[in-house]
Antibody
């Protein structure tokens, strides 16, 4: 059974940095890759970034995050990372890691990032 | 870009509910529908515009192709009060979500 568990959230001041982790277990390497999706308080879902499991799909970012956010992966521990820098109050959100491979579809429980002084 | 309407609606148990999702350009049938309840991650209901995810009640249905899509709940149940999102994966791996439709109790 696939399980995705995020960690690393917390409170960070504007302009600060934070690294989120997502440990994946039970995943199939037939999946193309993993995504980060965020949801600001009381708002909708916003796609953040993607990292492919092999070189075919590479890394992709939403325009608002490109240049500030970086995805990476540790294959040995099945961990996906989201390195966030130059954080703004608008980046305050619950961040989910997810796999979209319909009919298979997996989400973590999410981790809260609060950007505030 | 995906535009969902309405952004919210009030309905009673037993009502037929329809949510629409319009894509700014054609996405063939590369659309999914999710249900989200407070404090929980989204749950996949329908993919490929009209294919019901395993375990999802048959009162949920999806239709459409190209730019216009519809999620229908044929007879609203108490557990269906939630927020619904469409998602396009035509430009995968870059996916996009609609703004959401909150279904509330009348």
């Amino acid at each position: 059974q696939v399980q995705l568990v995020e960690s690393g959230g917390g409170v960070v001041p504007p302009g600060g940095s934070l690294r989120l982790s997502c440990v994946a277990s039970g995943i199939s390497f037939s999946f193309l890759g993993m995504h980060w999706v965020r949801q600001a308080p009381g708002r909708g879902l916003e796609w953040v970034a993607f990292m492919g499991f092999d070189g075919s799909y590479g890394e992709h970012y939403a325009d608002a995050m490109r240049g500030r956010f970086t995805v990476s992966r540790d294959k040995s521990t099945n961990t996906l990372y989201l390195e966030m820098s130059s954080l703004k109050p608008d980046d305050t959100a619950v961040y989910y890691c997810a796999i979209f491979a319909a009919p298979e579809d997996f989400w973590g429980q999410g981790v809260l990032v609060t950007v505030s002084s | 870009q995906l535009t969902q309407s309405p952004s919210s609606l009030s309905a009673s148990v037993g009502d037929r509910v329809t949510v629409t999702c319009r894509a700014s350009q054609g996405i063939v049938g590369a659309l999914a529908w999710y249900q989200q309840k407070p404090g929980k991650p989204p749950k996949l209901l329908i993919y490929d515009a009209s294919t019901l995810q395993s375990g999802v009640p048959s009162r949920f249905g999806g239709s459409g192709s190209g730019t216009d899509f519809t999620l229908t709940i044929s007879s609203l149940q108490p557990e269906d009060f939630a927020t619904y999102y469409c998602q396009q994966f035509h430009s995968y791996p870059q996916v996009t979500f609609g703004g959401g439709t909150k279904v509330e109790i009348k």
